[in-house]
Each structure stands twice: as structure tokens, then as C-alpha cells.
């Protein structure tokens, strides 16, 4: 143990001398400052989902376990919230147990739970890419709006690792982000990809702020590719296959076919995306279908197919949360409104930690608790926001 906290303390360091990208002009780091005006609902999901040593604990009746995805989420919070000491107890907890002690070197495993010997560790070694793609860019935020070198050194390495292992370049796509290092290459020419995986706007912040730019440049075009490419009707699915000759295809798993709760956050990163983001009328233009859907009927569909557009289920209340963004986006204050007031009807479960990581996202943005700039750039509340 003293050995592995050595090697960390020595990586850090060597990290703060490499050379990382400045901030862009208009975009420079500002030392943090107290938080003028609390986060409630922050507050709440650290009381819910949060240990004491920075775990996030989900509520999937299988002993508590704990997602890369989630440590992720609550980093993004930490840091909208100016809660500096929850982002370092998170980004402690996520390195010494999904990383294995060192975020240099391994990327986070995505399922940490109880072993069925009766000890705790990782479940599952494979990484979730999603996850890493929001560290990096919250490493590299965090250093940025708290004015710490050890945080844009840590998103320049830990970028480094995920280019390497999680992407690779597809005939006719290009260099594309795949779901995780492992279990996603289908067979020659085929590969099991996730458009909810690729928030257009962290990859514009990371193409502007690490020095990998060539490569996150190019992951930006691929992305953009597969969120509106997945969606011929508009709405999006929660996997697809990408075949490196006919293109974007359905994928055979039925389930997985569905959009349902991976891709409702297609929607809400979509919403989220500045007005003036490169990418932001294409994806709003190609998204309109579920839009329209949502208006018509009320509420967001639990699963759908996107090709028939059958829907079945009810979506819990944190859908319609995260379906408040983009139906903003879309001009639609109708659908705005009935969504608020399905919320007062149908409220957040307490303990549903997926459901109240949508509505945190969601109506963290309509309450103006943070934003994101043209650039992709966090902008949050405690911030001085043009």
C-alpha cells in the first residue's frame, strides 16, 4: 500500500510538468470562490447515494453496487456545485478502487459490488467509455475553474489512455469512440456502438483543451455521425451496429434496439448544447421526431422502437426531467410545461439514483445552475457567466 501511494504521489507530480493546453481566450481559469447560492438538490444526492469516502451507491437491489457512470455524474455535480472537497473524495474513491490505485494506468473498471466470496472490488474490469469521456473533461474543467495544474495533468494522461484503448478508426466513420476496450467488435467489419455514449459538447471542449487534438477532432465528426445517422426517424436508439459497409443498422438484440434508458440521454445532452455550438441545429433538426412525440402525447415514452415508433411502459418522472432541456432547445414551452407539471404529478423516487442523476442533469440546466459555452466549456452558476 505504501509502495502504490508512492507511485501516485510520483505520477502526479511528473503529470503537473507535463505541458498542457492553455485556456482558450475568454476562457481562462478563475480561482474558486464560495458558493453564493446552495444546490439543493445536490445536497439531497450526496445525502441519498454518497458514503463518506466518495462512493456513489446505486439503488440496483444488488448490494448497493457502484458504476463508473455514476462517479462521473457526481463529478459533474461536485464541480457545477463548487463542492470542491466532494470532487476529491469522488475522484479518490473512483482511482484507488476502479483503477486500481492509478489513473495513469488503468482506465476505471464500470461495475465496482460485492464479490460472492463477501469481499468488495471490481465486478467487471472492462471500462465503460462514457464515464471516462466525463472524467477527462471534468479533469480538465476542474482544473480550468479551480485554477489547478494536478487536474489538467491528470485529464491530459487519462485522456491519452482512453484514446488509446477506447476508440478505434471504422472504415467509412473514422476514428469513433467505442463503448469500452472490450466486447464491442462484433466480427469483420461490424461494431456494437452507443449514441448516448458521445455528448457533442465535452467532445468540443476536449478537441479545444488537451493536446490529442488531431484525434479528439476527428472523434467529434464520427460522433456527430452517429447521433444523427442512428436516428433516420428521429428517434434514438439505445445501441446500434455500426457495418463498415452498409452503414448504421438495428441491432438484432431487441432490447437493446429499443431507445429507452440509455437513450433518453441522447435527448438531454442534445438539449443541453449552446445555442451557438457548431453541431447544435443539425442534431436539434434530426431529434425533432421525439420532440413532436412528446408534445402529442405528453409524456416521453419508456421504450420505443425507432424505426415503428411503438412505444411501450411509463417512463419514470426523471425522463420528463430530462426531456426539459431539449424540448427548450426546441422552442416547444408547451411540452416545457407539461413536463414541469407531470413532475409535480409523478414526483422523482428518492431512491431511484439513475432516475435523479436525469433530473440533476436536467433540472440543474432549466435552474440555470450551470451551462455550457459554445466551446463546450462548463460554465457554472458560481462562475462570472457571460
Excluded at 480561482?31 to 445536490?42: E, K, L
Excluded at 423516487?349 to 439513475?354: D, E, K, L
Aim: glycine share 8%; proline share 8%; charged share 20%.
Amino acid at each position: 500500500m505504501f509502495e502504490r501511494r508512492l507511485k501516485r504521489r510520483s505520477w502526479l507530480l511528473s503529470a503537473a510538468s507535463l505541458t498542457v493546453a492553455g485556456p482558450l481566450t475568454g476562457l481562462a481559469a478563475r480561482p474558486a470562490r464560495a458558493a453564493t447560492t446552495p444546490w439543493p438538490m445536490w445536497e439531497q444526492f450526496k445525502r441519498s447515494f454518497m458514503t463518506r469516502d466518495g462512493r456513489i451507491v446505486s439503488d440496483d437491489e444488488k448490494g448497493g453496487q457502484t458504476y463508473s457512470e455514476g462517479q462521473a455524474y457526481a463529478l459533474f455535480f461536485a464541480l457545477a456545485a463548487n463542492d470542491r472537497p466532494a470532487f476529491e473524495l469522488l475522484l479518490q474513491w473512483t482511482e484507488n478502487n476502479l483503477c486500481a490505485g492509478d489513473l495513469s494506468t488503468a482506465l476505471p473498471a464500470w461495475l465496482w459490488g460485492q464479490k460472492p466470496d463477501g469481499s468488495w472490488g471490481p465486478l467487471d474490469t472492462n471500462a465503460a467509455s462514457d464515464a471516462d469521456l466525463w472524467i477527462v473533461y471534468l479533469l480538465a474543467e476542474a482544473g480550468r475553474l479551480w485554477n489547478d495544474r494536478r487536474y489538467r495533468a491528470m485529464a491530459s494522461v487519462m485522456g491519452a489512455l482512453l484514446l488509446d484503448k477506447e476508440t478505434e478508426d471504422l472504415p467509412g466513420l473514422g476514428l469513433t469512440l467505442l463503448p469500452g476496450p472490450q466486447g464491442f467488435k462484433l466480427g469483420e467489419g461490424r461494431w456494437r456502438l452507443n449514441p448516448s455514449y458521445v455528448p457533442l459538447q465535452v467532445l468540443d471542449r476536449l478537441a479545444q483543451a488537451l493536446p490529442q487534438q488531431p484525434r479528439w477532432k476527428a472523434l467529434q465528426a464520427s460522433s456527430l455521425r452517429l447521433i444523427v445517422d442512428s436516428a433516420p426517424k428521429g428517434i434514438a436508439p439505445d445501441w446500434v451496429i455500426y457495418d463498415a459497409k452498409q452503414g448504421f443498422l438495428k441491432d438484432p438484440d431487441k432490447d437493446k434496439a429499443q431507445g429507452a434508458y440509455n437513450a433518453i440521454r441522447v435527448y438531454l445532452w442534445a438539449g443541453m448544447l449552446h445555442p451557438e455550438a457548431a453541431s447544435r441545429a443539425q442534431v436539434l433538426a434530426a431529434l425533432r421526431p421525439m420532440a413532436r412525440l412528446v408534445h402529442d402525447t405528453g409524456r416521453p415514452p419508456e421504450r420505443i422502437d425507432p424505426m415503428s415508433g411503438e412505444s411501450t411502459g411509463t417512463a419514470p418522472g426523471g425522463f420528463s426531467a430530462a426531456m426539459l432541456p431539449f424540448l427548450s432547445a426546441q422552442g416547444d414551452e408547451e411540452a416545457v410545461r407539461a413536463q414541469q407539471t407531470h413532475l409535480q404529478e409523478q414526483p422523482l423516487r428518492p431512491t431511484a439514483y439513475y432516475e435523479q442523476c436525469l433530473a440533476l442533469f436536467g433540472l440543474g440546466w432549466m435552474q440555470q445552475q450551470y451551462r455550457f459555452g459554445r466551446l463546450g466549456e462548463l460554465q457554472p452558476k458560481w462562475t462570472s457567466r457571460p
